[in-house]
């Protein structure tokens, strides 16, 4: 198959933790075509949505670690898969990126996650489909609400809708320092729509990173335990990232969200849960591939490739 990866840009890629190359060498290893591509490179063109693509070797060297074959011009359509990897934030330029890709879908192309799946389910708000889950939250720009829910909740999570990375993130304790400030910075002076959440006292024990992949959950998750001073367990943000087996309540939330999130296009998802609930449901470019694999020897790309392989197959028959 030709499987192609939208995604950013290849020299940045770290390939001792990036899933997307995990993807790719999975990929390359079954004998698959490796194709890579930016947003930048896809273009709309008498109704035809096309891309400047480079077929890449995987060379096994840790730091040149690809060479490109052949750079050329193509209609997605032609290629057996593309997967979106991306990474936030999920700004306007986002959002043109999968309509074009939805496009594409309408013209023959298998887009993995589902292009209107990814806008329709925000990483933050998707949360609010499985309340029984989560802990309270409001979503709001009113500085009159976010007040108000301080003061009833007294330790608190505020956050923008649209980062990753753990960027933007502000506890605010019982003695309320710097409250006004967080909100304003946070909401623009009430221009900006915002998530406030309760903080969990769990998060010392990390930030589990729970894979789903074609609806079924990956056995281990990857607990992000935030270094000393911190509230977040990002690994972005300095966490450590530590394997485990999936929690009774783990599997509870995977296998429920899993089936219901599978059936709307989303293959790949990565459940946020710190203790016993969901804080984030990421589908844009989830990670910790590598992580899980190192430390369990779980071969998390191969059940990602697998489920590239079915997923190509059933649309074929359809």
Same mark, same amino acid.
């Given at each position: 198959m030709k499987i192609a990866f939208l995604a950013d840009p290849l020299a940045g890629f770290k390939t001792y933790k990036d899933s997307t190359f995990a993807m790719m060498r999975e990929?390359?290893?079954?004998?698959?075509?490796?194709?890579?591509?930016?947003?930048?490179? !896809? /273009? +709309?063109?008498?109704g035809i949505v096309t891309a400047r693509v480079k077929h890449i070797e995987l060379t096994g060297d840790e730091h040149d670690w690809y060479k490109v074959v052949s750079t050329e011009e193509v209609r997605l359509s032609t290629l057996d898969a593309i997967i979106e990897r991306k990474d936030p934030p999920f700004d306007m330029e986002y959002v043109y990126g999968?309509?074009? %890709?939805? +496009?594409?879908?309408?013209?023959?192309?298998?887009?993995?996650?589902?292009? #209107?799946?990814?806008? =329709?389910?925000?990483?933050?708000?998707?949360?609010?489909?499985? #309340?029984e889950f989560t802990s309270p939250t409001l979503v709001t720009s009113d500085e009159a609400r976010l007040r108000a829910f301080h003061a009833k909740h007294q330790d608190v999570i505020f956050k923008p809708l =649209?980062?990753?990375?753990?960027? &933007?993130?502000?506890?605010?304790?019982? =003695?309320? %320092?710097? +409250? &006004?400030?967080?909100?304003?910075? %946070? $909401?623009?002076?009430?221009?900006? $729509?915002? !998530?406030?959440?309760?903080?969990?006292?769990?998060?010392?024990? &990390?930030?589990?990173?729970?894979?789903v992949i074609g609806g079924k959950p990956v056995p281990f998750s990857l607990a992000r335990i935030p270094q000393a001073?911190?509230?977040?367990?990002?690994?972005?943000?300095?966490?450590?990232?530590?394997?485990?087996?999936?929690?009774?309540? =783990?599997?509870?939330? /995977?296998?429920? %969200?899993?089936?219901i999130?599978?059936?709307?296009?989303? !293959?790949?998802?990565?459940?946020?849960v710190i203790g016993?609930?969901? $804080?984030?449901?990421n589908v844009t470019s989830p990670t910790c591939f590598q992580e899980i694999m190192q430390q369990t020897g779980f071969d998390v790309a191969a059940m990602f490739v697998d489920a590239v392989e079915h997923g190509v197959a059933q649309a074929r028959q359809r």
């Amino acid at each position: 198959m030709k499987i192609a990866f939208l995604a950013d840009p290849l020299a940045g890629f770290k390939t001792y933790k990036d899933s997307t190359f995990a993807m790719m060498r999975e990929a390359a290893k079954r004998g698959h075509a490796v194709y890579a591509f930016e947003q930048k490179d !896809m /273009a +709309l063109e008498e109704g035809i949505v096309t891309a400047r693509v480079k077929h890449i070797e995987l060379t096994g060297d840790e730091h040149d670690w690809y060479k490109v074959v052949s750079t050329e011009e193509v209609r997605l359509s032609t290629l057996d898969a593309i997967i979106e990897r991306k990474d936030p934030p999920f700004d306007m330029e986002y959002v043109y990126g999968t309509y074009l %890709l939805e +496009l594409a879908e309408k013209q023959g192309a298998c887009v993995f996650n589902k292009p #209107s799946a990814i806008r =329709d389910n925000n990483e933050k708000l998707a949360i609010a489909q499985f #309340s029984e889950f989560t802990s309270p939250t409001l979503v709001t720009s009113d500085e009159a609400r976010l007040r108000a829910f301080h003061a009833k909740h007294q330790d608190v999570i505020f956050k923008p809708l =649209d980062g990753m990375g753990g960027t &933007g993130i502000f506890r605010v304790k019982a =003695d309320g %320092l710097n +409250l &006004g400030a967080i909100i304003e910075t %946070l $909401t623009d002076n009430g221009a900006q $729509t915002i !998530m406030a959440q309760r903080f969990i006292a769990d998060i010392v024990k &990390g930030d589990k990173r729970i894979l789903v992949i074609g609806g079924k959950p990956v056995p281990f998750s990857l607990a992000r335990i935030p270094q000393a001073g911190e509230v977040r367990g990002n690994l972005a943000a300095g966490g450590t990232g530590v394997a485990q087996p999936l929690t009774a309540r =783990d599997l509870e939330i /995977a296998e429920k %969200l899993g089936p219901i999130l599978a059936a709307r296009g989303l !293959m790949l998802v990565g459940l946020d849960v710190i203790g016993d609930y969901l $804080t984030e449901v990421n589908v844009t470019s989830p990670t910790c591939f590598q992580e899980i694999m190192q430390q369990t020897g779980f071969d998390v790309a191969a059940m990602f490739v697998d489920a590239v392989e079915h997923g190509v197959a059933q649309a074929r028959q359809r």
